[in-house]
């Protein structure tokens, strides 16, 4: 079809389209017809194109939906890689200092060393361990991707010199023997319980720290570490076996809960209205005593 130059004349729709395409041969496009407007042809062409595409885009999308598996990639392996973006350094000092460092900043560095202590030989556990081929699949990409934070972890905290563990925590001990003395099912469901308990508690620590700190190394570091922790929380659902009863929910908002659509909180007191309905009533009893007592 033959490309016209976009005009005020055709806006006002004042354009006819038309009936010859490139090459001279007839539109045979659906819907077009000579002597039409340009909103009538374009109208038509979208009304004729969905009539005959409808049913086949409903089944290759129901098709695609069943057969389709998914799948979850890694970051890349090296920092300066990671497809997200970095937060600019807008804490520098002339120094060359990245900006004071909080409490919160060096629990995050912390938490984040204690992370990949345990999560990556529990993911190595599971490429060994594992029954479910998934749980053994992204046991190994957690356990890749722990080793590229980690890296990331150390070099935030020599660069700050906050000092970092160097083994797990009591806890994760605890949950590492646990997965050593599993196997078949009992492996797998303890190695997702365990891991997307904690990714999701290590979760909200990122992004407090992340939004507060004044510390840019510490925000870089926290931008990162929540691609990793989202990923993993992704990939640990995609097991089918994340036990939710034991997920703590999300905390209450701070103004109590919203009220649901379509509801307007009232501002009258239920106390009051409950006072004036029994004053209503009161005195509809007192009225028809009145009306029906013999004189």
Request: charged residues 20%.
């Amino acid at each position: 079809m033959a490309l016209v130059p976009a005009s005020a004349a055709l806006a006002n729709d004042h354009y006819r389209a038309p009936v010859a395409a490139v090459g001279g041969g007839a539109m045979t496009h659906p819907g077009h017809m000579a002597g039409m407007s340009h909103t009538e042809h374009m109208a038509a062409m979208n009304q004729a194109t969905w009539n005959s595409n409808a049913a086949a885009h409903l089944a290759a999308m129901n098709a695609m939906q069943d057969t389709s598996k998914l799948r979850y990639l890694a970051p890349s392996p090296g920092p300066e890689k990671l497809p997200v973006p970095v937060p600019p350094d807008v804490a520098i000092a002339e120094n060359g200092k990245y900006g004071p460092v909080g409490p919160s900043d060096v629990d995050l560095v912390v938490k984040v060393r204690l992370a990949g202590l345990w999560e990556q030989p529990a993911g190595e556990m599971a490429v060994e361990k594992g029954k479910n081929p998934r749980v053994k699949e992204i046991g190994k990409m957690i356990a890749e991707q722990h080793a590229v934070l980690d890296k990331l972890d150390v070099t935030a905290a020599q660069r700050l010199g906050i000092e970092i563990p160097n083994e797990p925590n009591a806890d994760q001990q605890f949950w590492l023997q646990e997965m050593r003395d599993a196997e078949g099912d009992e492996f797998d469901q303890i190695f997702v319980d365990r891991l997307r308990v904690a990714h999701g508690k290590v979760y909200s620590a990122i992004a407090f720290v992340r939004a507060g700190t004044r510390n840019d190394l510490v925000r870089e570091l926290a931008q990162q570490s929540n691609q990793f922790v989202s990923t993993h929380l992704t990939l640990l659902e995609s097991t089918s076996l994340v036990d939710w009863q034991h997920i703590p929910l999300p905390p209450e908002p701070a103004g109590g809960p919203v009220p649901a659509a379509g509801y307007i909180k009232s501002g009258v007191s239920p106390t009051v209205i409950w006072l004036v309905l029994g004053a209503a009533l009161i005195a509809g009893v007192i009225t028809m005593i009145r009306v029906t007592r013999p004189r």
